[in-house]
């Protein structure tokens, strides 16, 4: 600035003295002094030109080496300007409020939750070798939720280890922040979340096929590892997911993407079974006696579906989880087969594109100028089904339901790509073994569970 | 019988040396002002390397200041060879990075300088300042171009020849040290390197004298035509010696040594000494140098090691950060 305010200077300088000149000379000493005070100001404004000219010379020199610094909607990155290493930071807030509506009155369950509060650093060095890191603040403790390190050897392969999803859920292996709902379905009960192991995967046949194959150390249902898993049994897991029309962009099915899932191992011991079932409220509506291990093998088949097509978006997955379970370290085993099913759709109002990876307002809330960001609407119908050999013998009849079928509607505000609010009702019913008792032991599984889930995010 | 055999036989050779023809290049990461010297000797290497052994050299260039230059080299740039304007920018290399053993110096004849120079005064033409000697540089009112000593190797000889002129004249290192700071304060614009120091004086034309390499000058008068400038020698000055080596790791992980190594060797030939000497570089070969010396002023020359006790003291004492040029020049 203060450069160009000298250019400037000195050019209404040279116009004054030029407006200045006599129209007739008084002598020639005069004369000549004023050609000498042009040509210094000549001169001057040739050095400013040449000041200016040398240090965009220097900028354009320093541009290919110079780092580049990235404050966005995606985090803060600083990479090199190769883009071959980088650094970058990003984040993951959920603040919850839960309210249960005709429980009864005596179940103590409304609250404000802060349901994840990340901070996840991700980093890639010499273009092909990657980490992520991300510890959780959210929920009751902390703990580090993946710790994971790549090798991207090419598009058709890339190796992974450490902890991280293992890929079997559809909706689980979709990020936190732009699943439909607050909660993902009650179907991801049936999966397990992180767990740690190595993993091969990659996209070939032209980009239209996702093959992932992995060998992890083993979790149940809707668990994840605890860093403690030293046995000899190890899970295998598999996962083709096909997009046949993706590189056709005149097909209405462009956006299809369908797979199958499928993981085997062996469990053992109390930690080898499943904690629980939770329903849309995150209320536990199903677990196993304290006596029952698992003891044998475990398995899982997911057959899933994904469908976008502008603003209209539909995903729908059906798992079986099938465990071997005994009601004591010497009773009788039985391999029990859980089921769970989930069709859910979201419609973006406002016209943007529905997307796995989260809706972006064509523009962001700003009341004065009068734009609102983007709104969607949801809808999600799942049911989960209980083996009826669980019961009586490896989980009480009369405190578990063997069945719940939860329909949930919401509204989505998407004020920014990083911020939104979003608005979710979840209405579960319950259904009982024909050897529970008329009224269960469990007093939230008494009547539906009708849930209202609020949530505040800020997620980059 | 005869003849078929020998036929036979020229056939097998041509095709076994057209079979093991290989494809060769060299990356040159030299200073600023050698753009023209490299591409002429570029030339005569490469059809003296064709002639001797069949292959092909492309040699690329990289012009810049020589502190620049020699900075790349260490952050990555990768260089088969360097010819850089003074040897303490080729020994960062060692210092630095480990590029190149310590006693690279000892490789080549005239401790690996094969042509030399010096500085001089370019001035428009007429002089109209008078310009004769480094005391005219320090009067009022005379405006100097000189590049920057902290990115330029020019700038360095510059400096130190302005310092060795002081240092014989006025008798101690302050007066020296007053002369050199009195200089600096005409200087209006510092460019980087010594081609950048040309365009500002002659084609931006600012400045009433530029500071130049004696080659540089005299490329000035060829390029821009004599009847626009002029040079001007003065008493006493620096003698310049550019230095040049082979960045052995990256030659050996190149797998370019042996022609990197002829690259430089070949400086000191008669053909390489004659292209020095036609783009205005002084010659270490005798006949070359009698052959060319009506180009070349006569000067009272004194070198950096009897003044200043070699490159590395003169860096140290002169251009490190928080060194006597960073004491005296403030913007």
């Known amino acids: 600035m203060r450069t160009f305010t000298r250019i400037g200077a000195a050019l209404f300088s040279v116009a004054a003295f030029s407006t200045a000149l006599p129209a007739a000379p008084a002598d020639s000493a005069d004369l000549q002094a004023l050609r000498e005070q042009v040509q210094a100001l000549e001169q001057q404004l040739k050095v400013l030109a040449r000041q200016i000219e040398i240090k965009e010379e220097a900028a354009t020199a320093a541009a290919p080496t110079t780092p580049k610094v990235t404050v966005n909607d995606k985090g803060f990155t600083l990479a090199s300007a190769d883009n071959a290493n980088s650094l970058k930071i990003r984040g993951l807030a959920q603040l919850d409020s839960r309210l249960f509506f005709d429980d009864g009155g005596g179940v103590v369950n409304n609250a404000f939750v802060l349901r994840r509060a990340r901070i996840i650093t991700e980093g890639t060095f010499a273009k092909i070798y990657s980490f992520q890191f991300v510890p959780e603040f959210g929920g009751s403790s902390i703990s580090i939720l993946d710790a994971n390190f790549s090798v991207a050897v090419d598009k058709a392969l890339n190796v992974k280890f450490g902890k991280f999803k293992s890929p079997v859920g559809l909706e689980l292996l979709q990020s936190d922040s732009w699943t439909f709902f607050n909660e993902r379905s009650i179907v991801t009960n049936l999966v397990p979340n992180r767990d740690l192991g190595v993993q091969v995967s990659g996209d070939v046949l032209n980009g239209t096929l996702n093959y992932t194959a992995g060998v992890f150390g083993g979790v149940p249902d809707a668990a994840s590892t605890n860093n403690a898993d030293f046995d000899n049994e190890k899970d295998l897991v598999g996962r083709l997911f096909y997009s046949p029309f993706k590189n056709d962009a005149a097909s209405f099915l462009q956006g299809l993407s369908f797979g199958v899932s499928a993981s085997g191992g062996r469990e053992k011991t109390a930690s080898g079974r499943t904690a629980g079932y939770k329903t849309d409220g995150q209320q536990t509506f199903f677990s196993y006696a304290a006596a029952t291990i698992a003891d044998g093998q475990t398995w899982r088949f997911s057959p899933q579906l994904d469908y976008r097509n502008g603003p209209l978006g539909l995903i729908g997955e059906y798992v079986v989880s099938a465990v071997n379970v005994r009601p004591s370290a010497t009773g009788v085993k039985t391999e029990l087969q859980n089921k769970a099913w989930q069709v859910a759709a979201g419609y973006v109002l406002t016209g943007e594109d529905s997307s796995f990876t989260g809706v972006s307002p064509a523009t962001n809330f700003n009341f004065e100028a009068g734009t609102w960001g983007a709104f969607e609407l949801t809808a999600r119908y799942s049911n989960l089904k209980i083996d009826d050999a669980a019961f009586p013998i490896y989980a009480s009849a009369s405190t578990n339901a063997d069945e719940a079928t939860a329909i949930g509607a919401g509204l989505n505000w998407y004020l920014s790509k990083t911020v939104a609010f979003k608005f979710d009702y979840y209405q579960t019913k319950f259904g009982f073994s024909p050897l529970a008792p008329a009224v269960s032991g469990t007093q939230i599984l008494r009547q539906d569970e009708k849930a209202l889930i609020s949530r505040f995010q800020v997620s980059f | ?331």
């Open chain 2, 1 to 331: 019988m005869k003849l078929k055999s020998l036929l036979l036989t020229s056939l097998a050779l041509a095709l076994a040396t057209g079979a093991a023809a290989k494809t060769i290049e060299l990356l040159n990461v030299s200073y600023d002002p050698t753009r023209e010297l490299y591409v002429d000797y570029n030339k005569v290497f490469a059809a003296y390397w064709k002639a001797k052994t069949g292959d092909d050299v492309t040699v690329k260039q990289s012009h810049g200041g020589s502190g620049k230059q020699a900075r790349a080299v260490i952050d990555g740039l990768q260089a088969d060879v360097v010819t850089l304007a003074l040897a303490a920018d080729v020994d960062a290399l060692y210092a630095n990075a480990r590029l190149l053993p310590e006693t690279w110096q000892k490789r080549l004849p005239n401790n690996s300088a094969p042509y030399t120079s010096t500085i001089v005064f370019l001035v428009r033409k007429g002089n109209p300042k008078g310009i004769k000697d480094w005391d005219d540089l320090v009067k009022p009112g005379v405006s100097v171009i000189t590049p920057n000593p902290k990115t330029s190797g020019g700038a360095r000889w510059n400096y130190l020849g302005a310092w060795g002129y002081a240092l014989r004249k006025y008798g101690s290192e302050d007066a020296a040290k007053e002369f050199v700071g009195k200089l600096y304060k005409n200087v209006p614009v510092l460019d980087s390197g010594a081609r950048g120091s040309t365009t500002t004086f002659v084609q931006r034309e600012i400045g009433d004298v530029a500071i130049s390499w004696e080659n540089e000058a005299f490329l000035a008068l060829k390029e821009f035509g004599a009847d626009k400038f002029e040079i001007v020698v003065p008493s006493v000055s620096i003698l310049a010696e550019p230095t040049v080596s082979v960045v052995d790791k990256v030659a050996r992980k190149k797998g370019t040594e042996a022609v990197a190594k002829a690259y430089l060797e070949y400086l000191y030939s008669d053909e390489g000494q004659n292209v020095a000497a036609r783009n205005f570089y002084r010659p270490r070969n005798a006949a070359v140098a009698a052959k060319y010396a009506g180009n070349f002023a006569k000067l009272d020359l004194f070198t950096i090691d009897e003044v200043f006790g070699g490159w590395t003291k003169a860096q140290k004492t002169h251009f490190a950060d928080g060194g006597v040029f960073d004491q005296i020049y403030s913007k």
